[in-house]
């Protein structure tokens, strides 16, 4: 069983960054894929980014050249770093681990090929 403990989040103003963090448990962390999703009020939830287990990196459209996804394999910590925010940014923000399949050319987008989520947090970014 994997523990995710997320922190970091809060009220920011437009233009302005955030750090998300998420600690997990065990002792292979390394070895599996972590991913960011966020859920916006009256929206589905969305893919965010990804840290795959060989290192690759994914991002949705709308947060490149804005947010970084980093690990510290050391810390057994995933990061979300997000800069230059705007309102629509403004979401409860999720942390996963343990991609279930890597089928298909977009596997890393289905939120229920993901085993284990974080608690969430909230990100309000005002104008």
């Known amino acids: 069983q994997v523990q995710l403990v997320q922190s970091g989040g809060g009220l920011v103003h437009a233009g302005g960054s955030l750090r998300l963090s998420c600690a997990a448990s065990g002792r292979t962390f390394s070895s599996y894929a972590m991913g960011w999703f966020r859920q916006a009020p009256g929206k589905e939830r969305e893919f965010v980014a990804v840290?795959?287990?060989?290192?690759?990196?994914v991002y949705t459209d709308s947060v490149k050249g804005r947010f970084i996804i980093s690990r510290d394999n050391a810390q057994n910590t995933v990061y979300l770093q997000m800069n230059s925010l705007k309102p629509e940014d403004t979401a409860v923000y999720y942390c996963?681990?343990?991609?279930?399949?890597?089928?298909?050319?977009?596997?890393?987008?289905?939120?229920?090929?993901?085993?284990?989520w974080g608690q969430g947090t909230q990100v309000t970014v005002s104008l």
């Open positions: 996963a681990s343990h991609i279930r399949s890597y089928s298909g050319n977009y596997f890393y987008l289905a939120e229920n090929n993901y085993n284990y």
């Open positions: 840290i795959l287990r060989i290192g690759n990196i």
